[in-house]
């Protein structure tokens, strides 16, 4: 079935560096959401993106949407302590396809 | 409540027991989702209701897993003789409008182990 993929699996960063998680897919996408799943907790939606080339900003987090519609992008800058968690991308039909996140660590 | 409860937070049961796990959606949310998330994944449609109708159930793993939605509101996930590979968290989400790429709202989940 349709999937989407997700990198790095896990990434360890110092506070204040940047992070960027990816999410690939085979297949043109319609529409793609991110969520963010602090540990122990559930997934929480962060934004949706709908067009080509769409970019969207959330603070310090920067959202992409590729021109093909394939692939998508969550950019951290200067991260916290409090961004650790794992971030998922998720094909948004009626139901949600996730990809298998990218787990984020940061370091004091 | 403000957001999607789910009952119990954890759940053990013996192999080869029933369980029955309980989802209250946010009020007024048309859609209903269960997942399931293994260790370490991503979450797993299972199945999705529009109000009391069961539009999908292509996720459901095997005939052991039955949901039901009856009133449009509460919905319960039952697994019956439940075996070791059912252990997971059992996410419900709830959106409010029955469209596709709607944001989902999630519960803390139930933790399922089975022994």
């Known amino acids: 079935g349709q999937q989407v993929m997700q990198i790095p699996q896990y990434q360890h960063v110092q506070e204040g560096e940047d992070f960027t998680t990816y999410c690939n897919s085979s297949t043109t996408l319609s529409n793609i959401q991110w969520y963010k799943q602090r540990p122990g907790g559930h997934p929480v939606f962060l934004i949706q993106l709908v067009k080509s080339g769409e970019v969207k900003k959330q603070k310090r987090l920067t959202f992409q949407f590729g021109e093909a519609k394939k692939n998508s992008s969550l950019h951290i800058t200067a991260t916290r302590t409090t961004d650790v968690g794992t971030y998922f991308c998720?094909?948004?039909?009626?139901?949600?396809?996730f990809g298998k996140g990218t787990t984020l660590s940061v370091s004091s | 409540g403000a957001g999607v409860s789910q009952s119990p937070r954890y759940k053990v049961a013996k192999r080869g027991q029933d369980v029955a796990l309980r989802c209250d959606p946010i009020s007024g949310h048309v859609s209903l989702f269960w997942y399931q998330q293994a260790l370490g994944q991503g979450p797993e449609f299972l199945t999705y209701?529009?109000?009391?109708?069961?539009?999908?159930k292509s996720g459901l793993p095997s005939d052991r897993f039955f949901a039901e939605r009856p009133e449009g509101s509460v919905s319960t996930l039952k697994i019956q003789r439940t075996q070791q590979e059912d252990s997971a968290v059992y996410l419900c989400?709830?959106?409010?409008?029955?469209?596709?790429?709607?944001?989902?709202?999630f519960g803390d989940g139930t933790r399922l182990s089975i022994l």
């Open positions: 998720a094909q948004a039909g009626t139901a949600l396809i």
């Open positions: 989400a709830s959106s409010w409008d029955r469209g596709s790429g709607q944001p989902q709202h």
């Open positions: 209701f529009q109000n009391e109708a069961q539009l999908d």
